[in-house]
């Protein structure tokens, strides 16, 4: 089946300081991507998404390419607030599955 | 706000006791999932339904069930509790049915068992 590996954490920043949460996925088809966002006490929302190879989903500030040959979604934000502080959630699904697939979290805190 | 509603938000009960989890989904949003997150397994999909069929089964465990109804509010049932299935359950809706696309999350529902 498929699968979503994502770095685990916690990761801590500095205000202003450059983030790259790394997510690779195994699927036998070509699935979407997504990542999303969990807030304290909060359910999940979408950051962003990439429905095909080479999409770059954009939100907020944060990016992630769909980079086919290397498998992997990598969340990246150039300068991080203390309000990034959050769960950041890798996701799969489609490209023949019904099953969405979660990477088990990565926890970002960001100090001033 | 993502307009997916779970009730109750919290729930305290007893080993061996049943409960029900109800979700009402985004209107319009005919797919619904529900999901289990705990510390030690993460978010684990547990189970889909489409306009009221069973879509996809994830790790389910057979004390577990759910259903769709008519007007697209969804139950999760979970029986003969164990003290390891305390977790917060969360229900998402999407429109889509084909695949997997965007997912609205409700706020969750946090189960304790004691």
């Known amino acids: 089946g498929n699968s979503v590996t994502q770095m685990e954490g916690p990761v801590t920043l500095s205000e202003e300081a450059f983030l790259t949460i790394n997510c690779t996925y195994t699927?036998?088809?070509?699935?979407?991507l997504f990542w999303y966002v969990q807030y304290p006490g909060e359910g999940l929302q979408l950051l962003l998404k990439a429905t095909k190879a080479d999409d770059k989903g954009s939100n907020k500030g944060f990016e992630a390419t769909y980079r086919k040959e290397t498998t992997s979604f990598h969340l990246e934000k150039g300068s991080v607030q203390v309000s990034d502080s959050a769960v950041y959630f890798c996701a799969s699904g489609g490209g023949g599955s019904y099953i969405p697939t979660f990477g088990r979290g990565t926890s970002l805190i960001v100090h001033p | 706000d993502s307009g997916v509603t779970q009730t109750p938000k919290h729930l305290i009960t007893a080993t061996g006791q049943r409960v029900t989890l109800r979700c009402s989904p985004r209107s319009g949003d005919l797919s619904v999932y529900w999901y289990q997150q705990s510390l030690d397994q993460g978010l684990q999909f547990l189970i889909q339904?489409?306009?009221?069929?069973?879509?996809a089964k994830g790790n389910i465990l057979e004390r577990f069930s759910a259903q769709q109804f008519p007007d697209l509010h969804s139950e999760l049932n979970l029986s003969s509790l164990e003290l390891g299935d305390s977790a917060l359950y969360f229900c998402a809706s999407s429109p889509e049915g084909q695949g997997v696309g965007r997912q609205y999350f409700g706020p969750g529902t946090r189960l304790t068992v004691t």
């Open positions: 699927a036998t088809g070509y699935p979407s």
């Open positions: 339904y489409y306009n009221g069929e069973e879509r």
